[in-house]
């Protein structure tokens, strides 16, 4: 059983682990430690990085959505050819069931079952097999997938009315993974619950201040997971293998880096004279202004009645989808040395198609451009406190092996201040580098958890250990052939006298 806490957060658990009693159990009776992501942190494509065991170069997936070297957008996928556990094991005749794991829509025949995670557009198949989606919706009054709104400063009833939205999606979320734990009984299950990413986002700004009604909802969700993970245990044997993780980590953020508008002001990013204003804009209007008016449950009713088209220009994907759309309509291409579609880490790429003629195709230009981006951004300092921007740098080469690694960002670079991450944000227009109090209050960072109980696994051991080891660890365990292309290592820690389970009935 493999349970994901999408965000949970290795220092925040520790200072907390008195309270959540299910995870304290499992850290000591079996092996724990932190699990670092991949570049870069996003739940797509840390999942499928996990699931496969190999780096985004070797799956083509980095991100929900991103810009290829053609500069159309692309959506992130899982798909059978890339290798999943869920497939290999499927293939070597263990019942699987795969349940909201990010990026799995469109879900695909298994051996079992797989219900697509977030995002997933509104009116769109969200099951294998299909006539699950009845069943569910049917059981659960309504299955969900995600909450429409993921910013409380813009709907109506603001973090009450958010947070009631995030408990019924966590309500129906653990509902139907017990009740597919009941009527499939998979030999293996994976899963992720999304409430702490959610909330992390947009509470953690009000963690320390006891002033707040809001100052515990962070903590309160920890322990709602918790407890969740302690219902879903239920479901184990002592001969269950279980396995807690999460994605990546989380961080607080106050400050934004407009890292577009830093690389225009450096001459290196040139924008188009502005002319056209795309009719799509109309969209981010009419958006807000449903979400303002409308009660939640309206708004629900809305995404669902309206043609399929139109509600998925009114979703939060959509927005960003629009965000990246204006970049690329933005940029005065054939002027433009190196431009930036953010993320965790904000993922820079040189533009080596137009810029030129070409001429960066030439790799020492490429590798001087690197390096002149590194001393630049290496020399931020703290627009209020004065003090050093610690820059971590992941070039392309170093970071990404894989068929697809000529989509990998050239640069990607996470910046950190005194005790917080700074957040990228990559739209152009505001003229203005560095803004403070962005929308979300955390953003994610490269260290998570993980954790393991079963037969055969030590006890109290704390070993960390990199996202890409799992994959390749479990098939050893389940005594299945290793993929020979995975990135990570066998955690052979983990093997000592471990009771192998068959793949039989
Ligand atoms: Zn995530």
Same mark, same amino acid.
């Given at each position: 059983m493999i349970i994901g806490l999408d965000a949970a957060s290795p220092p925040l658990i520790e200072r907390w682990i008195d309270r959540l009693p299910n995870l304290r159990t499992l850290y000591q009776s079996g092996t724990h430690g932190t699990l670092l992501s991949i570049v870069p942190p996003s739940s797509v494509p840390a999942w499928q990085c996990f699931a496969t065991g190999k780096n985004p170069a070797k799956i083509g997936v980095w991100g929900f959505l991103s810009i290829g070297p053609d500069r159309r957008l692309r959506h992130g996928k899982t798909t059978e050819e890339i290798g999943c556990l869920w497939d290999t094991c499927g293939k070597a005749g263990l019942r699987v069931g795969v349940f909201n794991i990010p990026g799995t829509y469109p879900p695909y025949p298994v051996n079992g079952f797989m219900v697509s995670g977030f995002p997933t557009p509104p009116g769109k198949d969200w099951a294998y097999p299909k006539d699950l989606m009845k069943r569910l919706d049917q059981t659960v009054d309504g299955y969900e997938i995600d909450v429409p709104l993921t910013k409380p400063s813009e709907m109506r009833g603001g973090e009450e009315a958010y947070l009631a939205q995030v408990e019924r999606l966590h309500t129906k979320s653990l509902e139907s993974a017990k009740l597919l734990l009941e009527w499939f009984?998979?030999?293996?299950?994976?899963?992720?619950?999304?409430?702490?990413?959610?909330?992390?986002?947009?509470?953690?700004? =009000?963690?320390?201040?006891? $002033?707040? $009604? =809001?100052?515990?909802?962070?903590?309160?969700? =920890?322990?709602r997971l918790d407890q969740a993970v302690g219902e879903l245990r239920e479901f184990t044997t002592p001969e269950t293998y279980l396995l807690a993780l999460s994605d990546h980590g989380s961080m607080p953020i106050t400050t934004s880096f407009h890292v577009n508008e830093y690389l225009k002001a450096q001459g290196i990013l040139k924008v188009k004279n502005r002319s056209e204003k795309k009719s799509r804009e109309i969209y981010t209007p009419l958006r807000k202004m449903i979400l303002k008016t409308l009660p939640p449950n309206a708004i629900k009713a809305v995404y669902r009645l309206t043609p399929d088209r139109i509600a998925h220009k009114l979703t939060v994907s959509a927005q960003h989808e629009r965000t990246l759309t204006r970049l690329v309509d933005s940029i005065d291409w054939s002027n433009t040395k190196a431009f930036s579609t953010g993320g965790p880490q904000a993922a820079i790429y040189i533009n080596s198609t137009n810029y030129n003629a070409g001429s960066l195709q030439n790799p020492e230009l490429r590798a001087e451009l690197v390096e002149n981006l590194e001393t630049m951004l290496g020399e931020l300092t703290h627009p209020s406190t004065g003090e050093r921007i610690r820059a971590v740098y992941h070039r392309r080469e170093d970071t990404f092996q894989g068929p697809y690694a000529m989509e990998a960002p050239d640069l990607a670079v996470e910046l950190f201040g005194k005790d917080e991450k700074i957040h990228i944000n990559i739209t152009l227009g505001s003229g203005e580098i560095w803004t403070f109090a962005p929308h979300l209050s955390s953003e994610h960072v490269r260290e998570g958890f993980w954790c393991m109980t079963g037969p055969g696994v030590p006890k109290n051991l704390r070993l960390d250990a990199s996202i890409l080891d799992l994959a390749p660890t479990l098939q050893k365990m389940l005594r299945l052939e290793v993929s020979q292309d995975v990135d990570g290592k066998i955690l052979t820690q983990l093997l000592g006298q471990a009771i192998v389970i068959h793949a039989e009935d």
């Open positions: 009984k998979p030999d293996l299950f994976f899963m992720t619950l999304q409430g702490i990413d959610m909330v992390q986002h947009d509470f953690s700004r =009000y963690m320390d201040r006891p $002033e707040s $009604e =809001y100052s515990n909802v962070v903590r309160d969700w =920890y322990i």
